[in-house]
Structures are given as structure tokens and as C-alpha cells.
């Protein structure tokens, strides 16, 4: 039975026995000079014209207004791209945003989610247990709204993004201007608690103390430094760690932040031969970190090192173990190790990176640089 019937060329609509729908699109003419039919069937008219859309554009052609597709639509094959090129940290970013921002506009057609429309959904964004989001944050969700819109008009589903013509938004306290840098004495007190506190544990568990220690000497990530693996990454002749995937959620050796994470650093010897006295092979595993024999997984470390660090009292206001990595940079940097070094060695993209995360919180830097002008020109 026959729902609907259009010009040749432009695709017709059936129901088929098992009450799905079907429709015969033309894709252009093939090297034999006949035209390219194909056919695409699914549960739902909406599901079909998302398809009908997708295949359109695969073909190189401009969907056309009745085959429309709705955010949902978009949404999933935005989704299911970034799957195959994002990293894991940038997807779960994408989810968190879903119910939040994505959400209200799941039912809109993409030719009609207006500016007006992208403004009163970013002016009623709460978190989803309701409490209000910050500036900096609701500055990234549209971001990443603006991106997905962005991918529909590179797939040619729409012909120019609403987002140009939204409100602009707050940015918000960049992070150079909330970054936590603990002092060296706060770090002899950290070290002397954590090194308390694994003697007073049972056998075998996450040594915190040498973990620290090793934070501190290398600037390392924690999935970095939880992926270290003693016989491979270790060089103990040379004093180095290599370093070329990290510890997620999702299990061991998992790509890195960026291309410039894959790095082998130096560090001393001292502080590598503490590491491996303190902390004994695993019995299942040569990785250096475990818990109960075996290696640790990323949610069980992230407990027991917050947990610990909730003791800290004298630490500074919002300190987490990614503060061993401030800490590290500031330190090189106070003691005038080039920042281009200090790049390398914490695996940035780029020094400007460097620069703009430690340059001015460090106040010294730029009194040695003013006392270096040479003043003998004084009269």
C-alpha cells in the first residue's frame, strides 16, 4: 500500500508487508550513464527521512526540505563520528552535555532551531540536579553546541549555523586564574602524611607516598604515571620513565591527551630507586601501580588519593593531585629552566601552552627579567 508518491527522482514512500517504510531515492547517473537507485527502509518516518538525508549526503547532494532531519537525528550521527576520531575525555564531555544543552533541542527540525531558540535554552541551562552552571563552563557548552550545528552544515543538512547569531557568552575565570600552586612546604608535610599513612596500612594497596614523590619529580598525569609499567617504561641505567599511554576508566594503556604526551623524561636517580624499593612487583601484572596484587583501576586510585587528601587540611582550597603537576612546572620554571623544556617535559601541545598556564604566576620571573637590562646608560 502506497503512503505517498512524489516526482520522479525525488524518491517515493511505501509501506511494506511488515509495516515498515520504504523509499527509492535517485543518487545521480553512473559511469554507465544509468541513474543510481537506491533503497532505504526503517521503522518510522523520521528515522527514514534521517537516513534518506545521511545517504543524500554521502552522494554529494543537498537534502532536500522533506527530508529534513531533526536535532536527534543529528545529534546521532555527530556522535557516532566523534566516536572514531575524539578522545575519551572529549566524548565523555559531549555526554555530559546531552541531557543538559542537547536535550531540549532533541525534537526541533534543524531548519527551524532559531538564535532566539539556541538563547532560551543556554539562558535556562541548569546542571541536572539543578544547580546552577558557571559562567566558564556554559561558555564551553556552547562551544560544543556550536560544533555539533557546525557538523550539520559541513554535512550540508543545513545551509548556515544559528549559532553566529546567539548572545555571546561570558567566558569566566580562564584556568591560569584558578590554579592551585602548593608551597614546598605543604609538599614535606604531604609527603611526610602519605608516607605515615602507608605505614599504617595492611599490604598490599596504592603506596601513596612514592606516588607522590614521582608526581612531584616528573609533573606526570595521574593516568600517566598509574600506567607506568616496571619493566618497560623504567630505564634505571639511564634514570628515565617512558611515557606513552595512561590508566582511564576505560582500562590500561589508552592513547594520550595529545600527539606531544608520548615523552621520555628524566628523573633522578634517587627518587626512581626509592619508587621501586618501596613499591613490590604485582603478582599478576608488571605494571608499578596495584591494589590487592593486582593493577589498580582509575576509579578505585581517584577514591583512595581523594580520600587521603581530604586529610590535608594545610593544603591550599581546591588541591588535587593534578596540583603536583602546577607545582612541578612552577618549580622549573622559578629555577629558570627554559620554558620550551619545561614544555617537553609536561607533554603540552605547544610551549605557548606553558605560558600561558604558569607565566604569571610567577612574579619573580619578571623582576629577574627587569634587574637583566643593563643600566650603565644612567647618568
Known amino acids: ?73 543529528l545529534l546521532e550521527i555527530f556522535m ?45 541551562v541548569t546542571k541536572v540536579d539543578g544547580t546552577p552552571i558557571q ?33 555571546r557568552r561570558k567566558q569566566g575565570k580562564r584556568r591560569v586564574d584558578v590554579l592551585v600552586i602548593p608551597t614546598e612546604e605543604d609538599m614535606k608535610q604531604l609527603l611526610s602524611d602519605a608516607r605515615a599513612k602507608d605505614n599504617k596500612k595492611k599490604k598490599p594497596h596504592l603506596y601513596l607516598y612514592p606516588l607522590f614523590l614521582l608526581a612531584i619529580a616528573t609533573g606526570m598525569r595521574l593516568g600517566e604515571l598509574l600506567n607506568i ?24 594503556d589508552r592513547p594520550l591527551k595529545t600527539e606531544a604526551s608520548t615523552r621520555t623524561i628524566y628523573v633522578q636517580q634517587d627518587v626512581l630507586k626509592t619508587v621501586l624499593t618501596i613499591v613490590p612487583p604485582l603478582e599478576t601484572t608488571s605494571k608499578l601501580w596495584g591494589f590487592n596484587g593486582k593493577q589498580i583501576c582509575r576509579s578505585t586510585a581517584d577514591t583512595l588519593i581523594q580520600d587521603f587528601l581530604k586529610t590535608c587540611t594545610y593544603l591550599p582550597k581546591g588541591f588535587t593531585f593534578h596540583c603536583f603537576r602546577h607545582y612541578h612546572a612552577t618549580q622549573l620554571l ?46
Open 1 to 73: 500500500m502506497k503512503l505517498q508518491r512524489r516526482p520522479k527522482g525525488e524518491g517515493s514512500i511505501s509501506k511494506m508487508p511488515n509495516g515498515h517504510l520504504k523509499m527509492t531515492i535517485t543518487l545521480g547517473v553512473g559511469v554507465d550513464g544509468k541513474q543510481k537507485r537506491r533503497s532505504v527502509t526503517a521503522k518510522t518516518k523520521t528515522e527514514l527521512m534521517r537516513r534518506v538525508a545521511e545517504m543524500r549526503v554521502q552522494a554529494g547532494q543537498k537534502p532536500t526540505q522533506d527530508a529534513a532531519i531533526y536535532f536527534s537525528d
Open 80 to 124: 557516532k563520528e566523534k566516536e572514531r576520531v575524539v578522545k575519551e575525555g572529549t566524548l565523555r564531555n559531549y555526554k555530559y552535555i546531552e541531557p543538559i544543552v542537547f536535550a531540549p533541542l532533541r525534537d526541533y527540525r534543524l531548519d527551524r532551531i532559531t538564535p532566539d531558540v539556541i538563547d532560551y535554552v543556554l539562558d535556562n
Open 135 to 167: 559562567d566558564s563552563t556554559l561558555f564551553q557548552m556552547r562551544a560544543k553546541l556550536a560544533a555539533v550545528l557546525n557538523f550539520a552544515v559541513d554535512k550540508g543538512f543545513i545551509v548556515s549555523s544559528p549559532m553566529s547569531k546567539t548572545r
Open 229 to 252: 609499567d616496571r619493566v618497560r617504561d623504567i630505564d634505571t641505567k639511564r634514570g628515565t620513565v617512558h611515557i606513552h599511554s595512561q590508566l582511564t576508566i576505560h582500562g590500561c
Open 334 to 379: 622559578l629555577k629558570g629552566i627554559n620554558p620550551k623544556e619545561v614544555s617537553k617535559r609536561l607533554g603540552h601541545a605547544s610551549v605557548k601552552t606553558t605560558l600561558d598556564l604558569y607565566a604569571h604566576w610567577i612574579p619573580e620571573m619578571d623582576e629577574q627579567a627587569a634587574n637583566s637590562i643593563n643600566t650603565d646608560f644612567i647618568l
